[in-house]
Every structure is written in C-alpha cells, then in structure tokens.
C-alpha cells in the first residue's frame, strides 16, 4: 500500500461505480481526492486527457491551491474508492508528509507536460504555426504566480503561515 493511502487509512472510504462523475470541471468542493483502488479518466474541456489507476494519486489538488474551480473533470472508468479529505486547504498546513506527496505529484506532471511540449517543438521545429509551444513554455517556466501576498517579516521568523 502507499505510503499516503497508509497515513489516510481510518478516514471514510467513497466507493464510486463506473460512470460515476467524481469531480465537475469548475465546481468548487475544497477537498482532495486520493485513489484507492480503481481507474479513472480525466477530462478537460469534454476532452480526454488521461487515464489514472495509481492508488495514492490525488485530485482537486489545483483547486485548492488555487483557490478556484476543478480543472478538470474526474470520472470512474471501473469501480473505484477514494479517500476525500474535506477542509484541504487546513488539512495540507497541518499534514507536512501530505503536503509533500501533492506537491511531488504536481511536479511529476509539470516535468511530463514540459517534456511533452519540448517534444512537440522538436517535432515541428520550422513550423511557425506552433510558435504558441515557445510562449507556453517561456509561462511555465518563468511564470510568476499573480496576487502573491507576501507574510510579513515577523510571520516568516515565526514559522507561521498567513491566514
């Protein structure tokens, strides 16, 4: 078992059935969804963007961080269980292991989605049509967060984190 799927063990387990809809693009729920067991497809925009069958891996995880809406769709493509974690936004201040494994996740995508995009350049290297691939990947790279609040200097000697 996972590491994660270990520290969560005693929480409620959600089985879904195939078909079952987990997560809505653009609503908002404030939770973080860890697989269990089972497979699901993701869905951005009415369009297929993966398939995830790796207990332990995490959904929502942008929203929360972000502060807005899913990003995407999340779907039971078998019969599935999840552990939901409620309050994610409290959970992953008090939970530093946890914390740790979702920000590990978002990195492994990162690297994947920029390894894809350089692979697209290669592909078309000389086609001015996908010149768009230079600016995504100049944004990923060199993109600032918009509306960073700084803590002030005697929140960050403290070790507190804004609230």
């Not at 404030?30 to 951005?44: N, P, Q, Y």
């Not at 920000?103 to 492994?108: T, V």
């Not at 995504?136 to 803590?151: A, I, S, Y």
Request: glycine share 8%; charged share 25%.
């Amino acid at each position: 078992m996972s590491p994660i799927l270990e520290a969560l063990q005693g929480r409620e387990i959600h089985p879904f059935t195939e078909g079952d809809l987990i997560i809505k693009e653009g609503t908002r729920t404030d939770c973080l969804f860890f697989l269990i067991r089972g497979t699901v497809e993701v869905v951005k925009n009415g369009v297929p963007v993966a398939l995830a069958s790796e207990p332990g891996v995490v959904f929502g995880e942008m929203a929360v961080l972000l502060g807005g809406g899913h990003t995407a769709s999340v779907k039971a493509e078998s019969a599935c269980e999840f552990y939901i974690v409620e309050n994610s936004s409290e959970f992953l201040k008090a939970s530093p292991a946890l914390c740790l494994h979702v920000c590990k996740l978002l990195a492994q995508r990162l690297d994947a989605l920029n390894k894809y995009l350089v692979d697209v350049k290669r592909q078309f290297e000389g086609h001015d049509h996908l010149g768009m691939v230079d600016e995504v990947l100049e944004t990923l790279l060199h993109r600032q967060p918009r509306n960073r609040v700084r803590p002030s200097d005697s929140t960050i000697r403290s070790g507190e984190l804004p609230g």
